[in-house]
């Protein structure tokens, strides 16, 4: 299947820093890729959806100014935590869709994950 | 609001036994796909299913989509403990839209 990689795996930083974390389709192009944040034994909740070129689409209670998105070619796109605070670690996860052949289903293919850490 | 109903969310076995996992919603999905996940790491994609009343197996996993296209189910049988982690339905409900996830299903199997 697709390969989506995300970097770093972890990472623990200071409250009040940024944090920046990639995420890459390997073998394929996506215009379309999502960030998801995971609580411990919980479902995956979106965040926003990035599109290539365009602005993100944000999920009602995120915070745009706080969540940072970019997504500037068809196999990266970045989501930079602004002013890190405890309460935003967590388990931030990307996805990107893989739009198939013509008359395929488009599928979702998802990232290792970054584990956040806020001191 | 379109809701993915997963149960069970919590479910312990012993090696050898059976389980079904179900997803259902009251919307029709286009697409519905089941995911494993293992602590630490991203969910993997199991199957993909679009017909309704398709039928996948996956050497001991087998998924149904429900005739309507509103209903899912995961079947394991003789479960291993390497089969422990969460398991995810999630579902679209028109190509191109937005995944929709269930609660998960966290599955341990002791050996």
């Known amino acids: 299947g697709a390969v989506v990689s995300q970097h770093p795996s972890r990472v623990i930083c200071k409250s009040g820093t940024s944090v920046k974390i990639e995420c890459r389709s390997l073998?394929?192009?996506?215009?379309?890729m999502f960030w998801y944040r995971q609580f411990p034994k919980k479902s995956l909740m979106l965040m926003a959806t990035?599109?290539?070129?365009?602005?993100?689409?944000?999920e009602q209670g995120v915070e745009k100014d706080k969540f940072l998105i970019n997504h500037a070619s068809l196999t990266l796109s970045t989501l930079t935590v602004t002013s890190a605070h405890p309460e935003d670690s967590s388990f931030y996860i990307c996805s990107a869709r893989d739009p198939g052949t013509s008359g395929s289903t488009d599928t979702q293919y998802f990232g290792p994950g970054t584990r956040l850490t806020v001191l | 609001t379109q809701l993915l109903e997963q149960s069970p969310q919590f479910l312990s076995i012993q090696e050898g036994e059976n389980l079904t996992v179900y997803c259902n919603s009251s919307?029709?999905?286009?697409?519905l796909q089941w995911y494993r996940q293992e602590p630490g790491e991203g969910p993997v994609l199991l199957v993909t299913v679009v017909t309704g009343g398709e039928v996948k197996k996956l050497k001991r996993l087998t998924f149904q989509f429900g005739d309507a296209r509103k209903d899912s189910s995961l079947h394991i049988t003789a479960a291993q403990p390497g089969d422990t982690g969460l398991y995810l339905c999630?579902?679209?409900?028109?190509?191109?839209?937005?995944?929709?996830f269930g609660q998960g299903t966290e599955l341990s199997v002791k050996p």
């Open positions: 999630a579902g679209r409900y028109n190509q191109g839209g937005k995944l929709i």
């Open positions: 990035s599109n290539e070129g365009s602005k993100a689409t944000y």
């Open positions: 073998d394929f192009q996506a215009t379309t």
């Open positions: 919307s029709v999905f286009s697409s």
